[in-house]
Every structure is written in structure tokens, then in C-alpha cells.
């Protein structure tokens, strides 16, 4: 993974920014075992996702990993992976699902990732939640006095209402879709966050008192892929050039 | 600043009525052909998620690295890799302690 995400980044000139993490519910029982990765006696599979992500960031920071042999080179000691590439370190986020893996985050120095979904529940709407997340992880990086500022993310599900297509599509969703949803999630509560279904100008209104996507540098939208380029292109346009410049 | 925009593609593809993402190749190459789009029109970020044994898009790196070389500027990225599935390149001598 090491290499593969080095020689991406160095591809595309530097451009990758690479959210990882314990990963979600899945169709596949213990399905990372059929890969040959089977959690340590006593841990976790998250114990081992956070494992494998140390051992990751070591790697594409260019820490020896496998040990030189002196017949084949002229190096002592242990060889770092090839190709490097400079600066993906500071590119690496983590996808946190609860306030306590956001302050993890921070002091791991990795760049925080926050979906439409917590697998926490406190009462309060899903957005004041996430930006308490996000609050709690831009303290914690404070306090670990990392000396680049971090980048922050949230995900959420914007489509706009631009034409007869987009309106037959969701339309009907616009009302439906409008609320946080608290239901269960791996035996555990969970906070869904709602859509934002509408006019460009009644998506700006609404995100605008969003407090989460106020907190964050990037917002992640995700889009109905099903529904083909031309469709998906038609609604990032307007999300890119009447919704976004207006939120500041 | 402006708050950057990325787009998310779980890239599901389903051969059924109305989808135009019947296989996976379809997911791919239209994923691609998403991000040079969104490109166009601006948008800040192209990032896919990763699921395994589904039909969604799983692999990564093949697809950013293809996403890469046909734009420019755009920022590409996942949302998230499951890293219990992922060969770090590791060591196991040099594993680090669990925090």
C-alpha cells in the first residue's frame, strides 16, 4: 500500500489526500482475514486497522522497513520503500466516527475526516455534534503542537433541484430526507445526519446554519453515481459555482 | 477562503433499469470521467470510498492513479480505505506499540 500510494501521489503531482480508518460495516464476515490479516490474540480489527496505519505513515515517511542485504547493495541497515513522495505524510486523514477517535486523530497528526454518520448519539442534532468533534479534535491539535494547522472534512448529501430531471429524481426525497436519523449501528446508537434537498439559494440557507460545515475546511459531497457523469457533473456545477461561494 | 467542494463516489453499479452503471468497468471508467468533469466545473476534490466484496469501487490506487493523469489540478482522495484490509508495507519487528 505503501508503494502504491507514493507512486498515485507522485502521478498525479502531489495531489492525493488519503482519508483511512477502521472502515464500515460490510457484507463480509471477518472478511479481512480471507486477505491474510487476522487481528492479534487479545486485539481488536481496529486494534489492527490502527496497527497497519502506523506501520503505513512510518513507511511513506521513509523509515527503514525491511532490513539491507549487504550482498545485493552498499547500504547498511534498513531500507526505507521506493518511490517516495514527498509531503503525503501531512495528506494522510483519519475517518473518525465518534468525538474520542477525533482527539485520537489529533494526536496521531493526521487530518480529520467526519462523515454523515456518529456512532455516538447525545441528544443534540447531528451537526452540533460534529462540530463539537471537530472542536475537540482542532483542541487536542493544539495541544500535541503539531506546527502545520490541519485540514477538516464532513461529508454530506447535497443535491440540488436545477431542472426537470433533478426534481423528478428527488423531489419527493426533499421532505422526507430533512431530518437527522437516530437509529443502531454495529449494536451501538448512531446519529445520521439529513440531506439537503432544494433550490441553490434553500441549500445555502440551510447549510449556512449548519455548524459543522462551518467548521471545516472541505465539505465531501456525496453524489448518486448510478445516475451517470452528465447527471452528477450537472449538480457539482451548481453545488461549485451557486452554493459553495456563498457559504464563505 | 471558499470551502472546498470534493465530490464522494461509492461507485456502485447494478445492471438494472435506469442505472447507467451496470458493470465495473463502467464504475471506473466513469469515475474517471467524473473527476475530469468536476474538474471543469470547478469542484475542489475527487474521492472515492473503498468497500470490498461488493459492487462498489475497492482498489484505490489503479483508479487514482488513472484519475491523476487525465486531470490537473483537482485534489484526489479516498473516504476511506478500511485499513484492516491493507499490507502496509510492514515489518513486524518494527511495529509500533499500540497507543
Redesign the interface.
Known amino acids: ?5 507514493a ?2 501521489d507522485l ?3 502531489g ?10 460495516p ?3 464476515l471477518r ?2 482475514e480471507s ?3 487476522v487481528p492479534e490474540e487479545g ?1 481488536t ?1 481496529a ?10 505513515r ?2 511513506i515517511a521513509g ?4 532490513q539491507a542485504n549487504p550482498q545485493m547493495t552498499a547500504a547498511n541497515g ?1 531500507l526505507a ?1 521506493q518511490p517516495q513522495s514527498p509531503g503525503l505524510s501531512d495528506r494522510i ?3 473518525a466516527g465518534t468525538r474520542a477517535t477525533a482527539v ?1 486523530t489529533a ?2 497528526g493526521m487530518n480529520l ?1 467526519s ?1 454523515t454518520l456518529l456512532t455516538e448519539d447525545t441528544g443534540v442534532p447531528f451537526d452540533e455534534l460534529q462540530a463539537e468533534q471537530i472542536t475537540m479534535f482542532r483542541d487536542a491539535w493544539a495541544k500535541a503542537g503539531w506546527e502545520r494547522e490541519p485540514r477538516v ?1 464532513v ?1 454530506r448529501s447535497i443535491l440540488p433541484l436545477i431542472d426537470d430531471e433533478t426534481r423528478r429524481y428527488f423531489g419527493l426525497r426533499a421532505q422526507a430526507d430533512a431530518h437527522d436519523q437516530v437509529g443502531h449501528l454495529d449494536g451501538g446508537l448512531a446519529r445520521f445526519g439529513r440531506s439537503f434537498i432544494g433550490s441553490p439559494d434553500q441549500i445555502v440557507a440551510e447549510l449556512s446554519k449548519d455548524a459543522a ?1 462551518r467548521d ?8 448518486p ?9 450537472r449538480i ?2 451548481s ?3 451557486d452554493i ?2 456563498a ?2 | ?14 445492471p438494472v433499469r ?4 451496470r458493470t465495473g468497468a463502467d ?1 471506473l471508467l ?2 474517471i ?2 473527476a475530469v ?2 474538474e ?6 475527487a ?1 472515492v470510498r ?5 459492487p462498489q469501487l475497492a482498489s484505490p ?1 489503479p483508479l ?2 488513472a ?3 487525465r ?21 513486524p519487528r ?3 506499540p ?2
Open positions: 500500500m505503501a508503494e502504491d500510494a507512486a498515485a502521478i498525479s503531482g495531489r492525493l489526500q488519503l482519508g483511512i480508518s477502521r472502515g464500515s460490510e457484507t463480509a472478511g479481512s486477505f491474510g490479516y486485539a480489527d486494534d489492527m486497522a490502527r496497527d497497519h496505519a502506523a506501520v503505513f512510518a513507511a523509515a527503514g522497513v525491511a534498513l520503500i486523514w483519519w475517518g485520537w494526536e496521531q475526516m462523515s472534512s461529508s460545515v471545516a475546511d472541505t465539505v465531501l459531497v456525496t453524489v453515481n448510478q445516475l451517470g457523469v452528465d447527471f452528477n457533473a457539482l456545477e453545488i461549485a459555482k459553495a461561494p457559504l464563505g | 477562503m471558499t470551502k472546498r467542494i470534493g465530490f464522494l463516489s461509492f461507485g456502485h453499479w447494478q435506469g442505472s447507467q452503471v464504475a466513469q469515475t470521467e467524473l468533469a468536476a471543469e466545473v470547478g469542484v475542489d476534490g474521492y473503498v468497500h470490498h466484496f461488493a490506487f487514482l492513479a484519475m491523476g493523469a486531470t490537473r489540478t483537482i485534489e484526489l482522495g479516498t473516504a476511506v480505505i478500511d485499513m484492516r484490509y491493507e499490507n502496509p508495507s510492514t515489518w518494527m511495529r509500533p499500540r497507543t
